[in-house]
């Protein structure tokens, strides 16, 4: 690892073996066990192949610091973050590449509360990493590794306390999992089976080669399961990214919604049943969240884009139901996290208490047409620029919570905002007609490039 950052927006990423390696993550475990100051930890991982490695590294790493640590094997990220708050642990660690391809793998560290670790706590392990401040344990302090059984039922018991079970089991659902071949296989298929669902699955053995499409849930991997649904005749399809902290859905007609129509779903009951409640959501979310907000009396709270953003800011203004574009709903009452099986479960609730077809339910909310595309810019002028566009646009209300976002008064909006880590700009354009879509890309990323042309001159 080169960078003096460890840390991305979730976690510790790389390619085994190149940007990550077992020496290095060893280290790791001696930075993170020195910051939890020889606590109790439950570590778990996915099923990638190199997790098992990477699991003993960190743990040997834990250990030395005198960490009691308690290993609970294969598990999907939101079951540990459940279980490190319910056995009140310190902390833990989840070895998991979440929907990265298979050749990656990473670290994510949890606080006590269930919620990956904010920020600042970050820069302090990476600090005691690279100036090797390690807090070596007595040897009589250096423990074996335990085994924490169980924690998969207990984390499915907990989610079916936030759902209506005796009316979902009257419904029989028929619904088809596609896990990916990731640990969402081990919960959300018994899951079902115990709210009464008959489960039909597809790619559900745990394969860390990811061998019939990739952890990630994005419509174009996800042909095979919607192809299952109409084949079967189910009432509903879902599919998890690798470590199954997110959910995409297709509907009885094989139809694959995105996440930002689901989540928009969940938010419309939520504050039927809940009006002047907080929605948390990042800033790249669709405007559509805010009408239903509008609508149903709620009141939206954007963040910059990243899932610990949505948790930490959740947890500060007590919000109960937060959600991301990509797929990540956050609901409160059950975790501040995102949370795959919960999201599949309250799913089924609106469409067993309502008794509606997942398609019409879906169809009732707003529509708004995407078009996304990229500019190429220099990293090192990427803040110039953004900076130099602000000050052009004067004048325009402009939100710059991350980039900056225009909303306009026809409910259309654009977000330009610069990637972290690629040579580029995104546009994210949304509204009412492809035509209005389509000329909000075209005249932004005409104006950015002018501004990038202009700069570039300069030096
Ligand atoms: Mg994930």
Same mark, same amino acid.
């Given at each position: ?157 907990? @989610?079916?306390?936030?759902?209506? %079970?005796?009316? /979902?089991?009257? =419904?029989?659902?028929?619904? #088809? +999992?596609?896990?990916?071949? $990731? ?99 990042? @800033?790249?979310?669709?405007?559509? %969240?805010?009408? /239903?907000?509008? =609508?149903?009396?709620?009141? #939206? +709270?954007?963040?910059?884009? $990243? ?108 977000? /330009? ?43």
């Amino acid at each position: 690892m080169q960078s003096k950052r460890l840390f991305g927006t979730n976690g510790i990423r790389g390619v085994i073996n190149a940007d990550l390696t077992s020496e290095c993550v060893m280290k790791l475990g001696v930075a993170i066990g020195t910051f939890f100051k020889g606590g109790q930890i439950l570590v778990g991982r996915d099923g990638r192949t190199s997790s098992p490695m990477f699991v003993h590294s960190i743990t040997g790493g834990l250990i030395s610091t005198g960490c009691t640590i308690y290993d609970v094997g294969l598990v999907p990220t939101p079951a540990i973050q459940y279980a490190v708050k319910r056995y009140q642990m310190d902390g833990g660690i989840m070895v998991t590449a979440s929907h990265n391809p298979p050749q990656y793998n990473g670290i994510k560290v949890i606080a006590d509360d269930g919620i990956e670790l904010p920020r600042e706590y970050e820069i302090e392990i990476e600090n005691i990493f690279y100036h090797e401040k390690f807090q070596w344990a007595e040897w009589e302090q250096v423990e074996k590794v335990h085994h924490l059984f169980g924690i998969l039922s207990t984390y499915t018991e907990a @989610i079916k306390q936030h759902v209506d %079970i005796r009316t /979902i089991r009257k =419904k029989c659902f028929h619904v #088809v +999992v596609d896990p990916g071949n $990731g640990v969402g296989g081990l919960t959300a298929p018994y899951l079902l089976r115990e709210m009464g669902c008959n489960v039909t699955t597809i790619n559900a053995n745990v394969d860390g080669t990811f061998p019939r499409r990739s952890p990630e849930p994005k419509l174009e991997n996800l042909i095979e399961l919607s192809l299952a649904v109409r084949a079967v005749k189910a009432d509903m399809g879902v599919a998890y990214d690798g470590d199954a902290d997110r959910s995409i859905f297709v509907d009885e007609k094989g139809k694959i919604h995105w996440g930002d129509r689901t989540f928009a779903l969940i938010e419309k009951f939520f504050l039927m049943k809940h009006p002047g409640e907080n929605i948390v959501t990042p @800033i790249s979310s669709s405007g559509l %969240i805010e009408e /239903i907000a509008e =609508k149903y009396s709620g009141k #939206v +709270v954007w963040t910059k884009v $990243g899932s610990i953003i949505v948790s930490r800011m959740m947890k500060k203004i007590d919000a109960k139901l937060g959600g991301e574009e990509n797929g990540g709903v956050f609901y409160a009452p059950h975790q501040s996290v995102r949370d795959g099986a919960m999201t599949t479960a309250l799913i089924l609730n609106i469409m067993a208490k309502n008794r509606r077809k997942l398609s019409e339910l879906l169809s009732e909310l707003p529509k708004y047409y995407i078009e996304k595309e990229e500019l190429e810019c220099p990293h090192e002028l990427k803040v110039k620029v953004l900076e130099e566009f602000i000050d052009q646009i004067k004048g325009i209300i402009i939100d710059t919570i991350d980039g900056a976002k225009i909303r306009f008064q026809d409910k259309s909006s654009i977000l /330009i905002r610069p990637s972290g880590t690629e040579p580029i700009f995104r546009f994210y354009s949304e509204g009412k007609t492809r035509k209005r879509v389509v000329q909000l890309v075209k005249e932004y990323k005409t104006k950015l490039d002018e501004i990038i042309r202009k700069l570039q001159n300069r030096q």
